[in-house]
């Protein structure tokens, strides 16, 4: 009896063992389970599906390839997240890294006569004593600049056979750069001659080994011509040059355009040394184009003297012209030597002075003068009556000319002067005053005028019309007219400002300067300068804009001398629009500047528009990014 009680109970511990052995290794494997898949869903969610984890018991393994330290390192961190960071062992491995590229190896070397001088990076492995020893056997000891840096890395292929070519060539270098890279050596020198040009070129790419690319740039010193000479040609044949000289490479190439207009085929010009002015290029070229409006003759040019022989074929009346624009066009320096084998012919007519006044104030001076002071002094006097910038000369001196020719022609120059236009023809016996005039007592002051200077029984025609739109007082437009005249010039050319500025662009200033003539012509007006913007932008900022505009289309109005005691500038924003703003070209439309005539009988609305010029613009109003401009 007892000894089954005892056998009970230890039947009895033992179920006890089994079901808590069972209990305890489900426990295990439920940890482990729970904890494999925690990490593995947080790796996963960051991307990290390369990883394995594995649990045993309580502790979780990672494995697998890194892309880089850092990862794995993160790796780890998100593991340590989800379990007890104790717990994570770390059997991961990290991908090797591509080994970082070498740098680019160069050297340059600088050698004048001061010295030479080297800098740039050079592989470890190259000898660097030996290269500076090498250039002190060129320039001494004290001669060498050393700037070289070096980097522990392989010498690239090609880069010992390129510092060796580097190194021999500069003993026949002594004022040079030499730029080394692998298989590759550039050398920039200067030589003596071009002869020495010819033979370093030579020596050098019979030197440079196979394997490297040799780039060279050697110049020479330009010639010295003595005397500079060029000498072009046009007969039946054809043109060519004789001769030809250029001081410049910019000035050969104007030189050679010049002749190849002229009808010559691949002509030549040498650079050199010896030029007697900066502006041989401009007598070259002048006296080319002469030759070729002549058609047929030689010009010849030493130094400063030019000779021109035309062709007996050219009429005086055409030979003097050509002649007299070349002699104005030449420089100072030059001086112009003309002959025409052919005499005049008797039927030609006798030697003429013209000038002709254009309707919008050019003069043109053609014909003979005595000298060269009376040719300045006509020049100069024509310059003060109509502007310097309005007057062509295109005289010629020659000599046997009436004693009182200088007399005759500034009288006639002063008589053209009181015309709106027209033309003075100066002969040895008579002087013809044609044109149109606004001063309907022209005729008879004229005549006075040229009575008082020629004296009595001088031969002399004054045959003027009287135009009343030329009279400073009959000729006044209307308002109406002003109106008009001003709306086609603004309808011809458009008004454009600075973007984002109230400044108006260069490209309207002549537009300006035509309303302001107008204007000026036009008398006292009650004129109103209006200005409009599109709707883009906010309100306040375009009628500020617009305001702005108009001020300024004012203010360049009254820079060209314009009295506008009369005018006002207003801006209306973006009120009134002439185009739907929902386009682009309804929005151009709308940034425009208005002319308008105020009159006592209406009221000035922004609508009642007279003068328009509406003008393309792209900008904005200052601070606001999409609002746009008013332009004229």
Request: charged share 20%; hydrophobic share 40%.
């Given at each position: 009896?007892?000894?089954?009680?005892?056998?009970?109970?230890?039947?009895?511990?033992?179920?006890?063992?089994?079901?808590?052995?069972?209990?305890?290794?489900?426990?295990?494997?439920?940890?482990?389970?729970?904890?494999?898949?925690?990490?593995?869903?947080?790796?996963?969610?960051?991307?990290?599906?390369?990883?394995?984890?594995?649990?045993?018991?309580?502790?979780?393994?990672?494995?697998?390839?890194?892309?880089?330290?850092?990862?794995?390192?993160?790796?780890?961190?998100?593991?340590?997240?989800?379990?007890?960071?104790?717990?994570?062992?770390?059997?991961?491995?990290?991908?090797?890294?591509?080994?970082?590229?070498?740098?680019?190896?160069?050297?340059?070397?600088?050698?004048?006569?001061?010295?030479?001088?080297?800098?740039?990076?050079?592989?470890?492995?190259?000898?660097?004593?030996?290269?500076?020893?090498?250039?002190?056997?060129?320039?001494?000891?004290?001669?060498?600049?050393?700037?070289?840096?070096?980097?522990?890395?392989?010498?690239?292929?090609?880069?010992?056979?390129?510092?060796?070519?580097?190194?021999?060539?500069?003993?026949?270098?002594?004022?040079?750069?030499?730029?080394?890279?692998?298989?590759?050596?550039?050398?920039?020198?200067?030589?003596?001659?071009?002869?020495?040009?010819?033979?370093?070129?030579?020596?050098?790419?019979?030197?440079?080994?196979?394997?490297?690319?040799?780039?060279?740039?050697?110049?020479?010193?330009?010639?010295?011509?003595?005397?500079?000479?060029?000498?072009?040609?046009?007969?039946?044949?054809?043109?060519?040059?004789?001769?030809?000289?250029?001081?410049?490479?910019?000035?050969?190439?104007?030189?050679?355009?010049?002749?190849?207009?002229?009808?010559?085929?691949?002509?030549?010009?040498?650079?050199?040394?010896?030029?007697?002015?900066?502006?041989?290029?401009?007598?070259?070229?002048?006296?080319?184009?002469?030759?070729?409006?002549?058609?047929?003759?030689s010009i010849t040019i030493v130094d400063a003297d030019i000779s021109l022989l035309a062709?007996?074929?050219?009429?005086?009346?055409?030979?003097?012209?050509?002649?007299?624009?070349?002699?104005?066009?030449?420089?100072?320096?030059?001086?112009?030597?003309?002959?025409?084998?052919?005499?005049?012919?008797?039927?030609?007519?006798?030697?003429?002075?013209?000038?002709?006044?254009?309707?919008?104030?050019?003069?043109?001076?053609?014909?003979?003068?005595?000298?060269?002071?009376?040719?300045?002094?006509?020049?100069?006097?024509?310059?003060?009556?109509?502007?310097?910038?309005?007057?062509?000369?295109?005289?010629?001196?020659?000599?046997?000319?009436?004693?009182?020719?200088?007399?005759?022609?500034?009288?006639?120059?002063?008589?053209?002067?009181?015309?709106?236009?027209?033309?003075?023809?100066?002969?040895?016996?008579?002087?013809?005053?044609?044109?149109?005039?606004?001063?309907?007592?022209?005729?008879?002051?004229?005549?006075?005028?040229?009575?008082?200077?020629?004296?009595?029984?001088?031969?002399?025609?004054?045959?003027?019309?009287?135009?009343?739109?030329?009279?400073?007082?009959?000729?006044?437009?209307?308002?109406?007219?002003?109106?008009?005249?001003?709306?086609?010039?603004?309808?011809?050319?458009?008004?454009?400002?600075?973007?984002?500025?109230?400044?108006?662009?260069?490209?309207?200033?002549?537009?300006?300067?035509?309303?302001?003539?107008?204007?000026?012509?036009?008398?006292?007006?009650?004129?109103?300068?209006?200005?409009?913007?599109?709707?883009?932008?906010?309100?306040?900022?375009?009628?500020?804009?617009?305001?702005?505009?108009?001020?300024?289309?004012?203010?360049?109005?009254?820079?060209?001398?314009?009295?506008?005691?009369?005018?006002?500038?207003?801006?209306?924003?973006?009120?009134?629009?002439?185009?739907?703003?929902?386009?682009?070209?309804g929005r151009e439309a709308n940034r425009r500047i208005e002319f308008r005539l105020i009159?006592?009988?209406?009221?000035?609305?922004?609508?009642?528009?007279?003068?328009?010029?509406?003008?393309?613009?792209?900008?904005?109003?200052?601070?606001?990014?999409?609002?746009?401009?008013?332009?004229?």
């Amino acid at each position: 009896m007892r000894l089954s009680s005892l056998l009970t109970i230890f039947l009895t511990f033992a179920a006890a063992a089994v079901v808590a052995l069972v209990a305890a290794n489900f426990s295990v494997s439920l940890i482990e389970d729970s904890s494999e898949i925690g990490v593995r869903d947080a790796l996963d969610e960051k991307g990290m599906t390369w990883a394995e984890v594995e649990a045993n018991g309580l502790q979780v393994s990672l494995s697998g390839t890194a892309p880089t330290e850092a990862v794995r390192f993160s790796a780890l961190t998100t593991a340590g997240s989800v379990v007890d960071a104790a717990r994570v062992i770390d059997d991961m491995g990290v991908a090797a890294q591509e080994a970082l590229a070498p740098p680019k190896f160069s050297a340059e070397i600088l050698r004048n006569d001061s010295g030479l001088s080297v800098i740039g990076l050079i592989p470890a492995s190259t000898d660097k004593e030996y290269v500076i020893a090498r250039f002190n056997s060129l320039e001494g000891s004290t001669g060498v600049t050393d700037l070289i840096e070096t980097a522990d890395y392989p010498a690239p292929e090609g880069w010992d056979s390129a510092l060796d070519f580097a190194l021999s060539a500069m003993s026949s270098l002594p004022r040079a750069k030499v730029s080394v890279q692998a298989n590759r050596v550039a050398i920039t020198a200067i030589t003596d001659s071009a002869l020495e040009k010819a033979r370093l070129e030579q020596n050098l790419r019979r030197m440079v080994p196979s394997q490297v690319t040799l780039v060279l740039d050697i110049a020479a010193p330009r010639p010295v011509i003595t005397p500079f000479t060029t000498r072009f040609q046009i007969t039946e044949e054809g043109a060519s040059f004789d001769a030809c000289s250029a001081d410049t490479d910019i000035a050969a190439e104007r030189i050679v355009a010049a002749a190849k207009a002229a009808g010559a085929e691949a002509p030549r010009c040498t650079v050199g040394l010896g030029v007697p002015t900066p502006k041989w290029a401009d007598a070259v070229t002048a006296s080319i184009n002469a030759l070729a409006k002549l058609g047929e003759g030689s010009i010849t040019i030493v130094d400063a003297d030019i000779s021109l022989l035309a062709s007996a074929n050219i009429s005086q009346s055409d030979f003097d012209t050509i002649v007299g624009e070349l002699e104005n066009a030449l420089p100072g320096v030059f001086a112009l030597q003309a002959k025409l084998p052919q005499a005049q012919d008797p039927n030609a007519g006798p030697p003429e002075f013209n000038a002709t006044l254009s309707p919008e104030g050019q003069v043109q001076l053609r014909g003979r003068v005595n000298d060269d002071a009376l040719r300045e002094l006509t020049t100069s006097f024509a310059k003060a009556r109509f502007g310097s910038t309005n007057v062509y000369t295109a005289t010629r001196v020659v000599e046997d000319l009436p004693a009182d020719w200088t007399t005759r022609v500034l009288a006639g120059l002063e008589g053209l002067g009181k015309l709106s236009n027209g033309s003075l023809t100066v002969t040895p016996d008579n002087i013809v005053l044609t044109g149109n005039t606004g001063n309907p007592h022209a005729s008879t002051e004229l005549a006075s005028l040229m009575a008082g200077k020629l004296g009595e029984g001088t031969a002399f025609d004054v045959n003027v019309t009287y135009q009343k739109q030329l009279d400073p007082v009959l000729g006044l437009p209307t308002p109406n007219e002003c109106e008009a005249e001003i709306g086609a010039i603004v309808a011809a050319g458009k008004i454009n400002f600075e973007p984002g500025s109230a400044t108006i662009d260069a490209s309207a200033l002549g537009t300006m300067d035509d309303i302001a003539a107008v204007l000026k012509r036009c008398g006292e007006l009650r004129l109103e300068i209006q200005g409009y913007t599109d709707s883009q932008g906010r309100e306040e900022m375009n009628l500020a804009l617009s305001q702005s505009r108009a001020e300024s289309v004012l203010n360049e109005l009254r820079a060209r001398r314009v009295v506008t005691g009369t005018f006002k500038a207003v801006g209306y924003g973006e009120a009134s629009p002439v185009a739907s703003n929902d386009s682009e070209a309804g929005r151009e439309a709308n940034r425009r500047i208005e002319f308008r005539l105020i009159r006592p009988d209406t009221v000035a609305t922004p609508s009642e528009t007279t003068l328009e010029n509406t003008a393309q613009s792209s900008d904005t109003a200052p601070n606001t990014p999409t609002e746009e401009s008013a332009t004229e």
